[in-house]
Structures are given as structure tokens and as C-alpha cells.
């Protein structure tokens, strides 16, 4: 393929979008091979441009690793729900939002609007509404929020955009 039509990871929503779809191959492939080659498999069908080294395959790593202590998170909040019944689609968003929101390197808002957007694109039919609710209630479980003094420097900047419109 020329350059022109190959596909780059440049955006943080793209870098989300990309672990999202390797969770979803690791998912469907019963996680039976290795990040490394979903990667390459994504390489080489689709043309995709990702460094080895990328925040998305760290991302999807990490997730992989950590689903079972993710879906551990998840469950108590699952009222009247057991974890088989959520939507493999809705079940990996939330799994890489909590360990997005676990890192503390973007407030939580940030994390579940992004999660929400994904789940709007891949996810059931209003199941965003439902990422949201639990994803909420992990911030209040984890006793993680947006006004936390970690995330005070992205907070100020995020007020400074808003007063220049």
C-alpha cells in the first residue's frame, strides 16, 4: 500500500480507539496469542502504522493482564447483573477505562467521555448510558474525582481554554 492509505495512531482518542480493537481481537481469539501478534496481525491486514513501543499496546497489555482484578471492580457494581451477561463490546470499554482512571494521568471525566464515546460507536445500542453509571461508580468506589489535587495542572489548563472561547 502507498503511504497516502495507510492508517497512523496519532490522536489520544485514536491511541483508545486502536487498544479497543486489540481487545477486542484478544477477546475474540480467547486471548490465546500475544499482543505483539494481534499487532502485527493489524499491521499486516489493515496497514495500520504502531510503534512496538506505543501507549496503545501498553494499554491493551496492561488491560489483558489485569482483566480479571478490572472485572473485580466491575462486578459488586453489577446490580442484578452477572459480569457473562454485559456485551463483550461494553465489557472491554469499561475494562480499559478503569485502567485508564486507575493511572491517574487524565481526570476521570476526561476518561469516561472518551469511554462513552467509544461505547456509542461499538458498544450496544445505549449501553454508553450504562459505561457511564458504572464508570461513575468506580470514581466513587475508588474515591478517585476530577478536583483531585493530581489532576490540579490539566484542571487549570482545561479552565484557561474555556475562559479564551
Not at 16 to 22: D, N, P, T, V
Not at 131 to 155: H, Q
Request: proline share 2%; glycine share 6%; charged share 30%.
Amino acid at each position: 500500500m502507498s503511504e497516502i492509505s495507510k492508517i497512523a495512531i496519532k490522536s489520544m482518542r485514536d491511541i483508545r480507539g486502536f487498544a479497543f480493537h486489540l481487545l477486542y481481537a484478544a477477546e475474540g481469539l480467547g486471548y490465546s496469542i500475544s499482543v505483539d501478534e494481534i499487532v502485527q496481525g493489524f499491521r499486516d491486514g489493515f496497514d495500520v502504522v504502531v510503534e512496538d513501543d506505543s501507549r496503545a499496546i501498553h494499554m491493551a497489555f496492561n488491560v489483558i493482564e489485569g482483566r480479571n482484578e478490572l472485572d473485580d471492580i466491575i462486578r459488586p457494581l453489577l446490580k442484578n447483573w452477572k459480569i457473562g451477561r454485559l456485551g463483550t463490546c461494553t465489557l472491554l470499554i469499561m475494562r480499559l477505562a478503569i485502567w485508564e482512571i486507575k493511572q491517574k494521568q487524565l481526570p476521570p471525566s476526561i476518561v469516561i467521555n472518551e469511554a462513552i464515546e467509544l461505547a456509542k460507536c461499538f458498544a450496544e445500542k445505549d449501553s454508553y448510558k450504562f459505561v457511564n453509571g458504572i464508570l461513575d461508580e468506580v470514581c466513587k468506589k475508588l474515591n478517585i474525582s476530577d478536583e483531585d489535587d493530581i489532576y490540579s495542572e490539566i484542571n487549570n489548563e482545561r479552565e484557561d481554554n474555556a475562559s479564551i472561547k
